[in-house]
């Protein structure tokens, strides 16, 4: 016979221990990943100190194994310490700029997991749909979502989300932003919106959230209620970012208030009143939250362990905008270079491989304060036909 | 076939199932085909001179539709069931309808690239069906090339053996049968590409001394460049080979490609510099790849087949034939290319503005859509030289996983701009034609 390599005695089982158990627990940010493998003659062990370290682990395993060209499957002999650099590791879906349905999202949740990708960064809703089928207010996705019958996303349809992701030590963060992007909140939320104004009759047409009346805080906690019980994970995305002002400027009932307040012309105070409210507001229930940079770039009074998301990529400032974040004492997220839904010719993926998050002018503790990226595939010319083979 | 696409995918099933109450609109029963021609075409492959002209008359009780040829009835056929829709409650309704079309432009196609990647079969399938949603008539296949040599030859079986990225990637004579018969179906003819003397690395490896040697100096690199010009035998290969493909593809046309031909490799091997000298060439490498060039034209046509050539071909000189359709596809002032090619009084196909491969985030149909083919300096006669275009999907970074969402439904804008007449030019309308098409196709 030619050179075939002589196969040692056949390893027939891994070894998972996990030291930590919590099997029944959920992801989160602290969570430990780090895993040992170790595979000699006749035993395999993959070893790590919690069940999502295991996971990752497995997936390295996956990776070992190959097979010969009579189908032998063989894996060499091996010794990994491994445990991530980042530990907010995330993708962000669009599901409003078009619908994805369900399978699309379970699809890509396994993609993740084959990428060590530990962060689901759920944009539900935004101006163009509202798919998420609310339990407290039905009227939002039945008035609000492209079709309330076939695109939506039910209770079941979450939770099944959830549960696909959890098993693959995948935490999913939802975002419900406001109160810009807004528009599709307001035929099934009447009140909730901006009117804007042509002169002194309202032009029909609405703007973001409105931030000066009350209702607006009664429907945002109960709905920030629901929200936070349905997603299990500590924090959520309240989004906070490209807010409009030219209809809170159109508005008599909010030029009169932004007087009374003493904010001048400044709409920047009145974006960071509501702001406040809403990080007040999910705070007490029990929420961490993410916010997008312009909260932080707007001066909004914040909570020290806010996690600010930094995404603007005009003319490479971002490592100016990671310093001045983390400068400021907040943790930070970095997706600016990572936009992966604007596509280029040729092999884009290099650039974003070469993109270095700690670049930036800073001294070690601010460098610390960078929990990890997210690579974002809006949803702007993406659906269930193009997704897969433009994200991965 | 039309029938499924009509009534197929009903959102309501109502197969047999009549609306409960009797409407009182009027009912369309019957489509009647009526092909005029005493030689239908059916039996036979469509051509560059196809008539694909058609006319529709959709009245109660029954739609007619007429067409001096079979080509002309799919096209005719494509149009009524774009104007079939569904309502809110199952039923179908189709508008009364008086419509008188023809193509603007006789060749309309589109480039797949089976050599950077590997294409299975059903990749091509799926790809001419939505061509003919797009009443393009004209599959350019670029079928090798450097990379790989999928084509499996009769002649020259190590071309493929050797050649191929592995011996499950590649087109069978049944699999080109396949493809020619699915797409004469549709209306679609099949130009195959053999691309020489340039972009030719994977034939070497099924085909030794076919390849020059390069040199350094003395010695052979062990490399290789373009095609060996110099050989007889490299001339006894291609006439045979090239006899197998005449017979193998019944398009009256050959692509010969001819572009891109690299010549440090000929102007560093001894022998080449040799015949060089003997034929008077001087240190113009051009005239060599003209030479050479004009040989292949000359075993082409001997098999009564007309030939096709990318754009280097005409600019370096070459003899060409009268009736030599010269494909334009440098991006770099094309215009200025095409008033030349037809300026020589050659017939011309633009691709220089339609490289669908080259992607780019946003609305890039409208670029494609807004481009006039025949914006350039000429005569009317000049301007009937341009007989078409193609929009090309290069496969560098292009596969099965992939394709068809990248090619789709961009190049329905160049399906349209060589379709329709050169007024229709509005991209909002065209817009919201767009978007009820892409679903239409999906």
Same mark, same amino acid.
């Given at each position: 016979?030619?050179?075939?390599?002589?196969?040692?005695?056949?390893?027939?089982? +891994?070894?998972?221990?996990?030291?930590?158990?919590?099997?029944?627990?959920?992801?989160?940010?602290?969570?430990?990943?780090? /895993?040992?493998?170790?595979?000699?003659?006749? =035993?395999? +062990?993959?070893?790590?100190?919690?069940?999502?370290?295991? +996971?990752?682990?497995?997936?390295?395993?996956? @990776?070992?194994?190959?097979?010969?060209?009579?189908?032998?499957?063989?894996?060499?002999?091996?010794?990994?310490?491994?445990?991530?650099?980042?530990?907010?590791?995330?993708?962000?879906? !669009?599901? =409003?700029?078009?619908?994805?349905?369900?399978?699309?999202?379970?699809?890509?949740?396994?993609?993740?997991?084959?990428?060590?990708?530990?962060?689901?960064?759920?944009?539900?809703?935004?101006?163009?749909?509202?798919?998420?089928?609310?339990?407290?207010?039905?009227?939002?996705?039945?008035?609000?979502?492209?079709?309330?019958?076939?695109?939506?996303?039910?209770?079941?349809?979450?939770?099944?989300?959830?549960? /696909?992701?959890?098993?693959?030590?995948?935490?999913?963060?939802?975002?419900?932003?406001?109160?810009?992007?807004?528009?599709?909140?307001?035929?099934?939320?009447?009140?909730?919106?901006?009117?804007?104004?042509?002169?002194?009759?309202?032009?029909?047409? /609405?703007?973001?959230?409105?931030?000066?009346?009350?209702?607006?805080? @009664?429907?945002?906690?109960?709905?920030?209620?629901?929200?936070? =019980?349905?997603?299990?994970?500590?924090?959520?995305?309240?989004?906070?970012?490209?807010?409009?002002?030219?209809?809170?400027?159109?508005?008599?009932?909010?030029?009169?208030?932004?007087?009374?307040?003493?904010?001048?012309?400044?709409?920047?105070?009145?974006?960071?009143?509501?702001? @406040?409210?809403?990080?007040?507001?999910?705070? =007490?229930?029990?929420?961490?939250?993410?916010?997008? @940079?312009?909260?932080?770039?707007?001066?909004?009074?914040?909570?020290? !362990?806010?996690?600010?998301?930094?995404?603007?990529?005009?003319?490479?400032? $971002?490592?100016?905008?990671?310093?001045?974040?983390?400068?400021?004492?907040?943790?930070?997220?970095?997706?600016?270079?990572? /936009?992966?839904?604007?596509?280029?010719?040729?092999?884009?993926?290099?650039?974003? $491989?070469?993109?270095?998050?700690?670049?930036?002018?800073?001294?070690?503790?601010?460098?610390?304060?960078?929990?990890?990226?997210?690579?974002?595939?809006?949803?702007?010319?993406?659906?269930?036909?193009?997704?897969?083979?433009?994200?991965? | 076939?039309? &029938?499924?696409?009509?009534?197929?995918?009903?959102?309501?099933?109502?197969?047999?199932?009549?609306?409960?109450?009797?409407?009182?609109?009027?009912?369309?029963?019957?489509?009647?085909?009526?092909? *005029?021609? *005493?030689?239908?075409?059916?039996?036979?492959?469509?051509?560059?001179?196809?008539?694909?002209?058609?006319?529709?008359?959709?009245?109660?009780?029954?739609?007619?539709?007429?067409?001096?040829?079979?080509?002309?009835?799919?096209?005719?056929?494509?149009?009524?069931?774009? #104007?079939?829709?569904?309502?809110?409650?199952? %039923?179908? #309704?189709?508008?009364?309808?008086?419509?008188?079309?023809?193509?603007?432009?006789?060749?309309?196609?589109?480039?797949?690239?089976?050599?950077?990647?590997?294409?299975?079969?059903?990749?091509?399938?799926?790809?001419?069906?939505?061509?003919?949603?797009?009443?393009?008539?004209?599959?350019?296949?670029?079928?090798?090339?450097?990379?790989?040599?999928?084509?499996?030859?009769?002649?020259?079986?190590?071309?493929?053996?050797?050649?191929?990225? %592995?011996?499950?990637?590649?087109?069978?004579?049944?699999?080109?049968?396949?493809?020619?018969?699915?797409?004469?179906?549709?209306?679609?003819?099949?130009?195959?590409?053999?691309?020489?003397?340039?972009?030719?690395?994977?034939?070497?490896?099924?085909?030794?001394?076919?390849?020059?040697?390069?040199?350094?100096?003395?010695?052979?690199?062990?490399?290789?460049?373009?095609?060996?010009?110099?050989?007889?035998?490299?001339?006894?290969?291609?006439?045979?080979?090239?006899?197998?493909?005449? %017979?193998?593809?019944?398009?009256?046309?050959?692509?010969?490609?001819?572009?891109?031909?690299?010549?440090?490799?000929?102007?560093?091997?001894?022998?080449?510099? *040799?015949?060089?000298?003997?034929?008077?060439?001087?240190?113009?490498?051009?005239?060599?790849?003209?030479?050479?060039?004009?040989?292949?034209?000359?075993?082409?046509?001997?098999?009564?087949?007309?030939?096709?050539?990318?754009?280097?071909?005409?600019?370096?000189?070459?003899?060409?034939?009268?009736?030599?359709?010269?494909?334009?596809?440098?991006?770099?002032?094309?215009?200025?290319?095409?008033?030349?090619?037809?300026?020589?009084?050659?017939?011309?196909? #633009?691709?220089?503005?339609?490289?669908?491969?080259?992607?780019?985030?946003?609305?890039?149909?409208?670029?494609? &859509?807004?481009?006039?083919?025949?914006?350039?300096?000429?005569?009317?006669?000049?301007?009937?030289?341009?007989?078409?275009?193609?929009?090309?999907?290069?496969?560098?970074?292009?596969?099965?996983?992939?394709?068809?969402?990248?090619?789709?439904?961009?190049?329905?804008?160049?399906?349209?701009?060589?379709? %329709?007449?050169?007024?229709?030019?509005? #991209?909002?309308?065209?817009?919201?034609?767009?978007?009820?098409?892409?679903?239409?196709?999906?």
């Amino acid at each position: 016979t030619e050179n075939e390599p002589s196969w040692e005695t056949p390893c027939s089982e +891994l070894l998972v221990y996990v030291s930590t158990p919590g099997c029944d627990g959920f992801p989160s940010l602290d969570s430990k990943e780090s /895993y040992k493998l170790s595979v000699s003659k006749g =035993s395999m +062990l993959l070893s790590a100190e919690t069940v999502w370290g295991a +996971l990752r682990g497995l997936e390295t395993f996956s @990776q070992l194994v190959g097979r010969d060209e009579n189908g032998t499957y063989y894996i060499n002999e091996t010794e990994i310490v491994d445990f991530p650099r980042f530990p907010h590791r995330g993708l962000l879906l !669009d599901t =409003s700029r078009h619908y994805l349905p369900l399978r699309a999202i379970l699809e890509t949740l396994d993609v993740m997991a084959y990428n060590k990708f530990n962060v689901f960064h759920w944009h539900i809703v935004d101006d163009p749909s509202f798919p998420y089928e609310s339990s407290t207010f039905p009227e939002l996705s039945k008035k609000g979502a492209f079709n309330a019958m076939t695109h939506v996303y039910t209770a079941s349809d979450v939770r099944t989300v959830i549960e /696909y992701a959890r098993l693959r030590g995948i935490r999913v963060i939802a975002e419900f932003d406001t109160p810009g992007h807004t528009l599709s909140w307001g035929p099934g939320a009447p009140g909730l919106l901006t009117p804007c104004y042509l002169g002194k009759a309202p032009s029909g047409v /609405y703007g973001p959230i409105n931030p000066i009346v009350n209702s607006t805080y @009664q429907f945002v906690t109960s709905l920030f209620q629901e929200v936070s =019980s349905v997603f299990p994970d500590f924090f959520l995305h309240l989004g906070g970012d490209e807010v409009d002002f030219t209809c809170w400027r159109s508005n008599p009932q909010i030029g009169a208030f932004m007087e009374e307040m003493g904010f001048g012309e400044d709409y920047k105070k009145l974006e960071s009143f509501y702001i @406040q409210r809403l990080l007040d507001i999910v705070s =007490s229930l029990g929420k961490g939250y993410i916010v997008w @940079q312009e909260v932080f770039d707007n001066d909004v009074k914040l909570k020290p !362990d806010t996690i600010i998301h930094v995404w603007k990529e005009n003319a490479m400032l $971002y490592p100016m905008e990671m310093a001045n974040v983390t400068r400021a004492g907040y943790h930070a997220l970095l997706s600016a270079p990572w /936009y992966l839904n604007r596509i280029a010719y040729g092999q884009d993926w290099i650039e974003a $491989y070469n993109v270095e998050p700690l670049n930036f002018k800073g001294i070690p503790e601010q460098k610390a304060l960078v929990i990890g990226g997210e690579a974002c595939m809006w949803g702007e010319y993406v659906d269930a036909t193009n997704l897969t083979p433009r994200l991965w | 076939r039309y &029938y499924e696409y009509m009534f197929g995918h009903s959102r309501w099933q109502t197969w047999g199932r009549r609306p409960l109450a009797a409407r009182a609109e009027p009912e369309l029963f019957q489509l009647q085909v009526v092909i *005029e021609a *005493e030689e239908p075409g059916c039996d036979r492959h469509p051509q560059l001179s196809s008539s694909e002209a058609y006319h529709l008359t959709v009245t109660e009780p029954v739609a007619i539709l007429k067409a001096y040829e079979v080509w002309g009835a799919l096209r005719g056929l494509e149009t009524f069931s774009q #104007l079939v829709h569904e309502d809110d409650y199952g %039923s179908f #309704l189709v508008n009364e309808s008086e419509i008188s079309d023809f193509p603007r432009f006789a060749h309309r196609g589109v480039l797949l690239d089976t050599s950077r990647h590997y294409l299975p079969l059903k990749t091509i399938l799926t790809n001419l069906d939505a061509m003919a949603f797009n009443k393009f008539n004209v599959l350019h296949w670029h079928i090798v090339d450097d990379q790989s040599f999928p084509y499996q030859s009769i002649y020259f079986p190590e071309l493929s053996e050797k050649g191929a990225y %592995s011996s499950n990637l590649i087109y069978t004579p049944a699999d080109v049968r396949l493809v020619i018969e699915y797409a004469r179906l549709r209306g679609i003819r099949v130009i195959p590409e053999f691309d020489t003397p340039g972009h030719t690395q994977s034939w070497g490896k099924g085909q030794k001394d076919l390849l020059t040697p390069c040199y350094k100096g003395e010695r052979p690199t062990g490399d290789f460049g373009p095609v060996n010009p110099v050989w007889n035998t490299t001339y006894d290969f291609m006439t045979k080979f090239f006899k197998e493909i005449s %017979s193998v593809f019944p398009d009256a046309y050959i692509h010969l490609g001819g572009d891109e031909v690299d010549f440090s490799c000929w102007k560093s091997n001894p022998e080449v510099k *040799e015949f060089m000298k003997k034929q008077g060439f001087g240190i113009d490498y051009a005239k060599l790849e003209s030479y050479y060039i004009q040989n292949i034209l000359d075993i082409v046509s001997s098999y009564n087949k007309g030939q096709m050539v990318w754009q280097e071909v005409f600019d370096h000189k070459a003899q060409l034939k009268p009736d030599t359709v010269v494909e334009v596809w440098m991006a770099n002032n094309y215009a200025h290319e095409l008033s030349s090619v037809t300026g020589a009084g050659l017939t011309a196909v #633009l691709s220089a503005p339609w490289y669908l491969d080259y992607i780019s985030y946003g609305q890039d149909w409208k670029k494609y &859509y807004s481009v006039e083919p025949l914006n350039f300096p000429g005569s009317e006669k000049q301007k009937k030289l341009v007989i078409g275009g193609e929009a090309c999907l290069w496969g560098e970074f292009v596969d099965a996983t992939n394709l068809t969402p990248r090619l789709w439904p961009r190049a329905s804008a160049v399906g349209e701009r060589l379709w %329709s007449s050169s007024n229709v030019t509005n #991209l909002q309308d065209a817009y919201k034609r767009l978007i009820n098409h892409r679903c239409r196709m999906l």
